[in-house]
């Protein structure tokens, strides 16, 4: 699909010299690496990986938008149309950072679906809130085990009370993700399937870039 600028907001995986996986960026972020030599292209085609610079992966753009346009977000340049990578990696970069998973709204939405963990319902965000489920007021502190995803209703009923003292029952125990959990989001698109291989097997967390 042609796309414009909106598209340099599509996600790419950032891998080290070592193929290990260690950050996600703005697709924009991606193309400035390569257009500086400090990144290529990581291209799954046919159970393989092959490498392309900018020059080469621009040539081949010609290639995909006429058999398997589908496949790839796209941009348009002055003088042509290029598919934006799912994957880079970098050419001098050996280190793998271990950084924890932030404790935010948008992460416990993405952990939890957008499920309400006691009705089981899924909702728009903007009908969620985040419900302590032990009551700061009874000591409960804001952390990975003590935060979920509640609808309006479910979280009004709860008030300022356990879950047993309002006899309400969560779905699942909450736990701290190994990894962001928008990650594992992302990977339901046909788009990043790519990033599977390299996640999967992987020891880190990557740090989603805001």
């Known amino acids: 699909m042609l796309a414009g600028v909106a598209q340099l907001d599509e996600k790419v995986l950032v891998l080290n010299r070592a193929f290990a996986a260690i950050r996600v960026i703005p697709a924009r972020r991606a193309f400035i690496l390569l257009c500086k ?13 092959c490498n392309y610079d900018i020059h080469s992966w621009a040539d081949l753009a ?3 938008r006429e058999i398997e346009p589908e496949r790839h977000a796209w941009v348009r340049t002055a003088r042509f149309e290029i598919a934006i990578p799912t994957i880079i990696r970098l050419l001098g970069y050996d280190r ?40 700061r007021v009874q000591g409960g502190g804001s952390s990975w085990e003590n935060l979920v995803c509640a609808c309006l209703r479910c979280n009004t009923r709860k008030g300022g ?44 967390t990557v740090e989603l870039a805001e």
């Open 37 to 49: 030599g400090i990144a290529e292209v990581v291209s799954v085609e046919d159970g393989r990986y």
């Open 62 to 64: 010609r290639l995909q």
């Open 161 to 204: 009370r356990t879950p047993d003292q309002a006899n309400m029952r969560l779905i699942r125990t909450p736990i701290r993700p190994k990894r962001d959990p928008t990650i594992t989001v992302r990977l339901g698109a046909r788009r990043y399937e790519t990033w599977k291989a390299f996640l999967d097997n992987a020891y880190w």
């Open 96 to 135: 793998v950072p271990r950084q924890p998973v932030r404790l935010n709204r948008r992460n416990i939405y993405a952990r939890d679906h957008n499920r309400c963990q006691y009705c089981g319902r899924s909702f728009p965000t903007r009908e969620l809130t985040l419900d302590h489920v032990r009551p």
